[in-house]
């Protein structure tokens, strides 16, 4: 069974920083890619990060330049480091696993970004 472990959100004032991190169960390198999401108050759920088996990201535009998905390999663990935080980035933000026709889930981390 895959399991998605988040931690590192909280509260924090606009323009201030958190990192998020996500512990998996097994190695990273199960997945083709590992991502983070966030869903806002009345917001569909959207894809903030993701990064690849082989390295690769991609981020939603709102974030770029401001957020970093990375990972430790040895420890099972990807990050999502968030600087310059907005009011906007305000949501739940989940850590997710997928490979082709699986996708796996955490339970989410709650990020409030105060004005």
């Known amino acids: 069974q895959v399991q998605l472990v988040e931690s590192g959100g909280g509260l924090v004032q606009a323009g201030g920083s958190l990192r998020l991190s996500c512990i998996v169960s097994m190695s990273v390198f199960s997945f083709d890619a590992m991502g983070w999401y966030r869903q806002a108050p009345g917001k569909q759920r959207e894809l903030v990060a993701r990064i690849t088996r082989d390295g690769r990201t991609n981020y939603v535009d709102s974030v770029k330049g401001r957020f970093a998905i990375s990972r430790d390999t040895a420890e099972n663990t990807v990050y999502l480091l968030m600087n310059s935080l907005k009011p906007e980035d305000t949501a739940v933000y989940y850590c997710?696993?997928?490979?082709?026709?699986?996708?796996?889930w955490g339970r989410g981390t709650q990020v409030t970004v105060s004005p």
């Open positions: 997710n696993a997928a490979n082709v026709g699986d996708s796996y």
